[in-house]
């Protein structure tokens, strides 16, 4: 995730026109150098951002986590484990065995999928985990399809998405490349490409505003917890296209601030991790 300015609904006036310079031009000084000149949508991108990650220890440190607790969560059914959206990360280290996959073929990558058509038997696997994936899927309601029809009883769908709060609003709307609209009422959108189009808002309109929508149309999948939670550490991170604005070092006392708005997370968080479960 790169910071960039991102579209507003209606004509832009004087105040917002000044945001968005400044937001481009924030853009340009922190563009982390790996990532000049390429596009999102080229499978050189994804595997770049492998090496952005590993190359800064902040942001791994944060990856870290969320793969520790994608691997905490996995339900006691036996069965594979599938991963979308592998390419930059490296998942596998915390759950063997796992099934990497992406929409394009990267190094490193088991399988070539897209999460709305998987190539999978009913009820064959154990788990589907991903991280920052859902936003990006134009139409959600076949991926959720899927899974319902991939998941074996008591499998899991485990995802760290964007979420929505008053503080991720201000931050996505203003310094972020991608779409974030959480007025958005359909939970699809038009496609040019497989990373260049999203909304950064669609898993909490799902699973939150749409809640009751969402429990009938997909009985199946129970939700089992919403955690919202990150407010500050991934922005400070720069995230897999910007340079990072911390050192390594300071993950840990950033992390106890964090701890202190643990009770504040509607208002501030950033990130949500979230399990449904197969009924």
């Known amino acids: 995730m790169g910071f960039g300015c991102c579209a507003f609904a209606g004509a832009p ?11 481009s031009i924030l853009r340009r000084l922190l563009s982390h150098p790996l990532t000049a000149g390429l596009q999102l949508d080229d499978p050189a ?3 770049r951002r492998k090496q952005i990650i ?6 791994k440190a944060i990856y870290d986590e969320w793969y520790g607790m994608l691997a905490e969560k996995l ?7 599938l991963e979308l959206g592998s390419g930059a990360g490296y998942c596998e280290r915390f759950i063997p065995g796992l099934i990497t ?7 490193g990558i088991r399988l070539v999928a897209d999460a709305q058509r998987m190539p999978f038997p009913e009820a064959s696997l154990r788990a589907i985990v991903f991280t920052d994936v859902l936003h990006h899927m134009p139409e959600v309601r076949r991926f959720f399809g899927e899974a319902s029809r991939c998941l074996r009883p008591g499998g899991k769908v485990l995802m760290i998405e964007p979420w929505v709060s008053a503080w991720s609003r201000f931050v996505y709307t203003r310094f972020h490349h991608e779409p974030f609209r959480p007025d958005a009422q359909d939970w699809s959108f038009p496609s040019t490409g497989p990373l260049s189009d999203a ?10 505003r749409d809640r009751k929508q969402f429990e009938a149309e997909f009985p199946e999948l129970a939700i089992e917890e919403i955690r919202p939670f990150l407010p500050l550490r991934y922005l400070l991170s720069g995230g897999v296209g910007m340079r990072s604005l911390m050192p390594g070092f300071a993950h840990s006392g950033w992390k106890r601030i964090e701890r202190i708005l643990a009770s504040q997370m509607d208002r501030w968080a950033m ?4 399990s449904l479960r197969r009924r």
């Open 13 to 23: 006036g004087p105040s917002y026109k000044g945001e968005c310079l400044s937001a």
């Open 75 to 81: 339900p006691e059914v036996e069965g594979p484990v």
């Open 101 to 107: 996959s992406e929409v394009f073929f990267c190094r």
């Open 271 to 274: 990130f949500a991790f979230v």
């Open 199 to 208: 909304n950064g808002a669609l898993p909490w309109i799902v699973l939150v």
């Open 54 to 59: 590993s190359s800064k220890p902040f942001l």
């Open 45 to 47: 991108t994804t595997e």
